[in-house]
């Protein structure tokens, strides 16, 4: 009988073998679980569903939504979304805009329609480049608008935050 056959002839030695397997294959599922891309894509998902709003949001709602959005960002964020829009620049500046602006519109529904993520390979930053799709509703009016962004990621004490996003290029543009 061979080295092999011999170990697993015994039970006792198939059960640790067993154990050991189920051990190994616990902690690869862990390491997949809590991969960088994996938090990134997971953060930026739940980042967009707070993002959009629908019809009959309340007020308290809407700040509660507004403030869970600010835990997303670096405290030094900076967001360059193209003319008209004004630079923005640092996290409260920022949270201030988001709520301006959700409070002037009734529905904001947002899909990304493509995404793409690069992890620096000292796992600190990141790069995420989507193709986003909003369509909003305001008095009435709507419109919709396509653009591609760069949002560049930190790693900030364990979290992966949002430190500058850029557009790219404006695919469709609302109707002035």
Partial sequence: MNRIGGLLANKDNRRMILALL?????????????????MINRRFNRLVTLMEKKTGEKPLAMLARTREISEFLA????????????????????????????AGISRLEIKIRDRSLTVAPDRLTAVMRITAEAEVEAQGDRGR????????????????????VALVETIRRPPQ
């Fill in 75 to 102: 405290v030094d964020v900076e967001v360059r979304l193209g003319p008209p829009l004004p630079v923005v620049a640092g996290r409260k500046e920022l949270v201030g805009v988001i709520q301006q602006f959700r």
């Fill in 145 to 164: 608008d396509i653009r591609e962004l760069e949002v560049e990621w930190a790693k900030e004490s364990g979290a992966w935050l949002i430190r500058k």
């Fill in 22 to 38: 189920v051990l190994a294959a616990a902690i690869a599922g862990i390491t997949l679980w809590r991969s960088d891309p994996r």
